[in-house]
């Protein structure tokens, strides 16, 4: 019954330990993932950030405005080259904006399952404690049931030596009194 109860006692043990490295092995990969998400964030966003460019230098900024505007009619003498071209980078900027928003759907979407798999540990926890404290009243009970055995044990072989020593007793009386008698 011991060992049964020492088994137990190691399982729950195991089990929170493989919690405790599940935990770790989760934040550690949300961190990952969330640190990855970022560092793209900003990367788009410094590259979709042309205001921030300009205002930081305005003068270059219109003087490359202007010279790529130059070349680029020259180049396609203004025709529809230019709009296609436009096109072409709205479209490219539009791909990177749904890629981004993608990866933060992605994201959060982990989040949610990071936030279950928390819930459901710390449940676990709350049961592997639960257990704990049920097999304690156990082992409780029956250390109070060794007792009380223990205990009547020694009551019942008192009693025998008593009833013992009263009939040794009494059967000295008894012979005493039968040699009187003769």
Aim: hydrophobic content about 35%; overall charge positive; cysteine-free.
């Amino acid at each position: 019954m011991g060992t049964h109860v020492s088994d137990q006692q190691r399982s729950s043990e195991a089990a929170r330990e493989e919690i405790e490295r599940t935990r770790a092995r989760m934040s550690d990969t949300i961190e990952e993932i969330e640190a990855h998400l970022l560092r793209k964030k900003e990367e788009i966003r410094d590259r979709l950030d042309i205001a921030s460019r300009i205002r930081e230098d305005p003068i270059r900024a219109a003087a490359i405005a202007i010279g790529a505007g130059v070349l680029v009619g020259f180049l396609t003498g203004g025709g529809g080259r230019a709009k296609r071209r436009f096109k072409q980078e709205k479209e490219l900027r539009r791909r990177e904006e749904e890629s981004a928003e993608l990866w933060e759907r992605r994201a959060r979407k982990l989040l949610a399952i990071g936030r279950k798999q928390q819930t459901r540990i710390e449940k676990l926890e709350s049961t592997t404690e639960k257990l704990s404290r049920r097999i304690e009243r156990r082992e409780n009970r029956i250390e109070r049931r060794a007792n009380v055995h223990a205990r009547l044990t020694e009551l019942r072989s008192g009693a025998v030596e008593r009833i013992e020593d009263a009939a040794a007793s009494a059967a000295k009386r008894f012979r005493k009194s039968i040699l009187r008698n003769r």
